[in-house]
């Protein structure tokens, strides 16, 4: 991974494949209506392309010397998350559970959710590191957007845009 602001910029809006921007498009879907809400159109997307640019510079501080070409809106999604987190704790989110051979629902407070999502991803980016040289998922690129995104939140309460 090249570190040029152009290729990190460009990576945020291109995706590895259908499932990839399913998956992307579903927790956008989920929570960042309910950030933009609170952020506005302008202060949101300056929002989401700060989270993009500081996850991929935290994968590429993580694993400088990778060769793998990194794609994908993940790490600004993940950016939305820590926000949505941070102003929504207490918001209740549905999840699927498979239970034996039946599905169902279960409502949970979003810190629950999403607190386990990110340690999740730091379990599994850990797992990664020195050992996966194969490409994969940007485990560093998702810990990276959500930390921004919790960082980020006093400072955009601030931002005044007219």
Avoid at 22 to 34: A, E, S, T
Avoid at 54 to 72: D, N, R
Avoid at 97 to 118: D, E, H, M
Wanted: aromatic letters at 16%.
């Amino acid at each position: 991974a090249e570190f040029s602001i152009l290729n990190i910029f460009t990576s945020m809006f291109l995706h590895g494949g259908i499932s990839h921007i399913i998956g992307n498009m579903w927790f956008l879907w989920i929570f960042g209506d309910n950030v933009e809400s609170v952020l506005g159109h302008i202060k949101y997307a300056l929002f989401y392309i700060l989270c993009g640019i500081l996850a991929a510079v935290t994968q590429i501080l993580i694993e400088p010397s990778s060769q793998i070409p990194m794609i994908g809106a993940s790490g600004a999604i993940a950016g939305v998350l820590g926000l949505y987190m941070m102003r929504f704790p207490h918001a209740r989110v549905h999840v699927f559970v498979f239970i034996i051979i039946f599905f169902t629902t279960f409502r949970v407070p979003a810190i629950i959710v999403l607190g386990f999502w990110f340690f999740n991803q730091l379990t599994n980016g850990m797992g990664t590191l020195g050992i996966d040289t194969t490409g994969g998922v940007a485990w560093f690129a998702h810990i990276g957007g959500f930390i921004t995104g919790i960082m980020l939140n006093q400072a955009f309460k601030l931002i005044k845009i007219i």
